[in-house]
């Protein structure tokens, strides 16, 4: 269920920001949602990946639809591509951004030791030291 409702409300609020703001809002976007509902793994890329690219494909279908699907065969034409290109190429574009948005947000937000820590070395006492050097004290060294 909170898998769920993440995608919803990137979908939800993907839509009321792309009103005002320009499309590379995703990025933020998912970032904040998979950070506050601390999504982990495959689903800190899928939810954002997947819900964007839903959201996008939506988009596109009603926008094409206004034009009776002129748009996108003009914009394959440029191309010289088919017309279902111009919906694949943007929504895997914004496909990826959006789980590698979502992605950085897990690994940042991690709680996992695993993900950027590094061990402290282990520091040895003089006494070891010692022992495992024989012939130091002979050349005045310690």
């Known amino acids: ?16 920001l792309s009103i005002f703001l320009p499309w590379w809002t995703i990025v933020f976007l998912s970032f904040i949602i998979v950070a506050l509902f601390k ?10 990946s997947m819900s964007i690219m839903l959201s996008w494909l939506i988009q596109i279908l009603i926008l094409d639809q206004k034009t009776n699907f002129r748009s996108s065969q003009r914009i394959a034409d440029l ?9 694949i190429v943007p929504i895997i574009t914004v496909g990826l951004v959006a789980g590698l948005s979502g992605y950085l947000a897990h690994l940042f937000f991690s709680k996992n030791e ?3 820590i590094v061990e402290e070395e282990e520091r040895m006492t003089i006494d070891e030291y010692k022992d495992n050097t024989p012939g130091l004290e002979d050349r005045g060294i310690i």
């Open 1 to 16: 269920m909170n898998k769920f409702l993440a995608g919803l409300l990137i979908i939800v609020m993907h839509y009321a």
């Open 39 to 48: 999504l982990e793994g495959k689903s800190s890329w899928l939810i954002p």
């Open 79 to 87: 191309f010289d591509a088919p017309g279902f290109v111009s919906y």
């Open 114 to 116: 695993e993900v950027g």
